[in-house]
């Protein structure tokens, strides 16, 4: 019910004091936060606090909720974060992937993706590089990692090398840059469409670039245990006006609302009401102005966060360091900034990291698999068209042989202590 001094000064001064006081309890409900327990050290923690609700809060109220003005100023403020002429949110990271690809299967586009034409990829990546791929009739080639920093090596793209060639998606893992530069080199030697998967490496560098902004297209997630949080939500990035616009529309259900070239779309049907004219089939990955106001407050927060990564792995390896001789640690690619999503170790043998995993999880120390292992053995891919290049031993191995812990911007001295206590535990009994 509308009161009936609603649309009055009286009832806008009301509805401002009101907005102080919510934001005046957010703030108070996330000062009385309890520390976190020594003995407990999860994957992730949340990274967000009152700022974050105190936006979302501000977008309810405002009832402007669905994709608008904050959606609007969170893809300006990444687009200048990332060095990117543009930023599209979606709605998740995988999505990001999803409207990536599409794109380049747009007609419109010179040399556009084609049923059949083949996708390098990197052997350890996550479901939802690989699945869009499929979706759109390509075909995945799997290219094996380098054991010491869990990426494709640009070289591997000389092997996969077939007449169906198209496109090559490389993937920041785990915090780590893709050597870019020779990356770039060849796949423009040759004519190929870059996405850089870059939702586990947000804020990474290379030879002083962020990783994201070389490719055709730089895709990112905030989901909740990554750099930053929209709790779901991503963006793709691209420096290129027409993969902008195209972005924009298949985004959102393909009309022409969003593209640049709105009035020449519509002139050219005018029989069409130009509020409803679809110019592309499309999707709807729109995020919400509650993700965007998230977005907004951690986006201020994303380089003291991966500074505080970055200091956590640096003590996490050098208490680590002892055991080197049984337990491999992952390096930074050389000339790049890793944002170290997660630590990862590789353990000696399969049997090694079973053991390892039980005895760190009965610590209540969280661990994971560095990420889902060799994705060409997981059914999804192996039942469905793919090719792969050499054995794909590492990426097999690393799959059998790894495992990461949780590294996040709240990990404590107590904490660190902990992990560091259970592998001494564990390496001299
Ligand atoms: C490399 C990579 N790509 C894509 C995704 C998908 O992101 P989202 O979970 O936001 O859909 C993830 C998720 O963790 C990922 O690790």
């Not at 586990?200 to 909740?224: A, C, H, M, P, Q």
Request: with cysteine; glycine share 8%.
């Amino acid at each position: 019910m509308t009161s009936p001094n609603a649309d009055t000064a009286a009832g806008s001064a009301r509805r401002s004091a009101i907005e102080q006081e919510i934001d005046a309890l957010i703030e108070e409900y996330f000062e009385l936060e309890a520390p976190p327990a020594d003995e407990d050290c999860p994957l992730s923690v949340p990274l967000y606090g009152a700022d974050e609700v105190t936006g979302a809060v501000a977008a309810l109220l405002s009832q402007n909720v669905t994709m608008g003005d904050r959606v609007r100023e969170f893809e300006a403020a990444f687009a200048e974060a990332m060095g990117s002429r543009h930023a599209i949110m979606v709605n998740s990271g995988s999505s990001a992937n999803l409207l990536a690809i599409s794109v380049l299967a747009q007609k419109v586009l010179d040399g556009h993706l084609k049923p059949g034409d083949e996708i390098i990829v990197p052997a350890i990546a996550w479901s939802t590089t690989i699945a869009p791929i499929l979706q759109l009739g390509c075909v995945p080639v799997f290219v094996d990692i380098d054991e010491d920093t869990l990426n494709m090596r640009p070289e591997s793209i000389d092997e996969a090398l077939s007449d169906r060639t198209r496109a090559v998606f490389p993937v920041h893992l785990l915090g780590n840059p893709v050597d870019m530069e020779p990356l770039m080199q060849r796949a423009r030697e040759h004519g190929l469409w870059v996405v850089e998967d870059t939702c586990e490496s947000l804020g990474t560098e290379i030879g002083g670039r962020k990783v994201g902004s070389f490719g055709d297209f730089g895709t990112y997630s905030f989901y909740f245990s990554h750099h930053i949080t929209t709790i779901e939500g991503g963006m793709v990035v691209t420096d290129d006006p027409v993969l902008n616009d195209l972005a924009r529309s298949l985004r959102a259900h393909g009309w022409s609302r969003d593209m640049s070239n709105r009035p020449e779309l519509e002139s050219a049907n005018p029989e069409i009401d130009p509020r409803f004219l679809f110019v592309n089939v499309g999707y709807n990955l729109r995020p919400m102005e509650t993700q965007a106001a998230f977005g907004l407050a951690q986006l201020k927060k994303l380089s003291s966060f991966n500074d505080a990564r970055r200091v956590n792995a640096h003590r996490l390896a050098e208490a680590l360091h002892p055991y080197s001789d049984r337990l491999r640690l992952i390096n930074e690619q050389e000339g790049g900034r890793s944002t170290w999503f997660g630590f990862s170790v590789i353990t000696d043998s399969p049997e090694q990291r079973v053991a390892l995993t039980n005895h760190l999880e009965a610590r209540n120390i969280a661990t994971r698999p560095i990420v889902a292992g060799n994705l060409a053995l997981q059914p999804a891919f192996s039942n469905n068209d793919h090719r792969k290049v050499g054995s794909l031993e590492v990426a097999t191995r690393v799959g059998e042989r790894g495992l990461f812990i949780g590294n996040h911007p709240s990990l404590t001295d107590g904490q660190i202590a902990h992990i560091a206590q259970a592998f001494r535990d564990f390496y001299d009994g």
